[in-house]
């Protein structure tokens, strides 16, 4: 389980996150939802590693993260999908997805074969250049790259952002198969209200760097999740 606890973040003099506390249950799915700009990257990018946060703490199964770099939130089992992916583009599909192996000791690296069940697409396409994918491809090199490493935690932004619809679909069974096998908290921040409240268990709705609202999917009404994202 992650624990994230009265976290902060800022940037120059801009206070950011004021205070976030959630926790993420490995065979479940947590969104983090709100509109533009209200820290829900900044939250992802605090969690990963990818930008220091101030105060509070990061805790993955009983154990606190502190202040970890990029490399180290990975090594620790927390794999993050950026917004807008990060695919490699001059790199194969192959070299894209074996750059997840960094993090890895040297007897794990390899790619499974799970991961060509989950994207069938990825092993047709293994020498094509990541640049010369399309937009839900790139985006589901990238979710199979993050899982190559292992995690615990995957963290994924906006991973619907500017895809067919086809494969929003394909991307949604993916992370509903993650819930079932139950081995790994998804993190889920998303824009597109209908794909995340139907896919996600427990919901957070962010707004100005707090939670206005922590409810799980069994009480939680649609129209009062969708007031709370939407300020
Ligand atoms: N590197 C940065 N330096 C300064 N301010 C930043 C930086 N990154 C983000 N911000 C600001 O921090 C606030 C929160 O941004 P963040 O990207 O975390 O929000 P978000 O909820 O993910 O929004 P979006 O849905 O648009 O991605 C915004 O006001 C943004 O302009």
């Known amino acids: 389980m992650l624990e994230i606890e009265n976290l902060t973040l800022k940037y120059g003099q801009s206070q950011i996150l004021n205070g976030i506390s959630m926790t993420a249950e490995a065979g479940q799915v947590t969104a983090v939802m709100g509109t533009n700009g209200v820290g829900k990257t900044s939250l992802l990018k605090a969690i990963a590693g990818r930008h220091p946060y101030e105060d509070g703490r990061i805790v993955l199964d009983g154990k606190e993260l502190k202040h970890l770099t990029a490399f180290g939130a990975a090594r620790a089992g927390i794999a993050y999908v950026p917004q807008g992916r990060e695919v490699f583009p001059l790199m194969t599909v192959q070299e894209n997805l074996e750059s997840g192996f960094a993090c890895l000791d040297r007897n794990e690296r390899g790619v499974p074969d799970r991961i060509f069940e989950l994207f069938p697409i990825l092993k047709d396409f ?88 922590h409810e799980p999917k069994a009480t939680l009404a649609r129209e009062v999740l969708l007031e709370r994202v939407s300020i």
């Open 126 to 213: 293994l020498h094509r250049r990541g640049g010369d994918l399309s937009g839900g491809q790139q985006q589901q090199l990238a979710i199979a790259r993050a899982l190559i490493t292992r995690p615990r935690v995957l963290l994924l932004d906006e991973p619907t952002e500017g895809i067919q619809p086809n494969i929003i679909q394909q991307i949604g069974r993916v992370i509903a198969q993650l819930r079932e096998e139950g081995e790994i908290a998804v993190v889920l921040v998303e824009q597109y209200f209908d794909f995340a409240f139907d896919l996600a268990d427990d919901f957070y709705a962010v707004n100005r760097g707090s939670v206005v609202l």
